[in-house]
Each structure stands twice: as structure tokens, then as C-alpha cells.
């Protein structure tokens, strides 16, 4: 089965801001691994983007995808 990577961005209220990159590994259930930018870190405006992938550097592995990543997966008929 495949990986996919994203670059993830969020808007702080002034534009997009690059915040991390996530990859998800799909083996016989999907895992991923997300790694905060040190830019986004260091923005005075940052907010975890899930309670699973609390404000800190380096990966940081998850069972599944973390909600904020499942409110913008496809769903089980391919839309959004």
C-alpha cells in the first residue's frame, strides 16, 4: 500500500501559513506522522491543530488520522 504526503497550511487570520508536513502511512490501518514547521513554531498565532499533535518539534506519530486531518478526508464515496 502507498504513503502519502502533504504540506499542511493554516490561516491565522492574515493568509496561509505553512504549519507542517503530515505523511500517512496506509499498511493494514492508516498511521500517521506529522512534523510542525520551526517557523510555524516560532509564529506568536500558533494553535495545535489537533490534541494529538500538541506544539512541539520533531515527529510525532498517531494511530489513525488525527481529527483535524478526517474533517477534510474524502468521503467513503470519493467527494468531500
Aim: net charge negative; aromatic share 12%.
Amino acid at each position: 500500500m502507498a504513503d502519502d504526503t502533504y504540506e499542511i497550511y493554516i490561516d491565522l487570520g492574515a493568509g496561509p501559513v505553512h504549519a507542517g508536513v503530515a505523511y500517512f502511512h496506509r499498511r493494514t490501518a492508516v498511521t500517521t506522522t506529522f512534523n510542525y514547521t520551526a517557523g510555524y513554531l516560532a509564529n506568536r498565532a500558533q494553535i495545535a491543530l489537533d490534541p494529538n499533535l500538541p506544539l512541539t518539534s520533531g515527529a510525532q506519530y498517531t494511530d489513525g488520522l488525527p481529527g483535524a486531518f478526517q474533517d477534510c478526508a474524502p468521503d467513503r464515496g470519493g467527494g468531500t
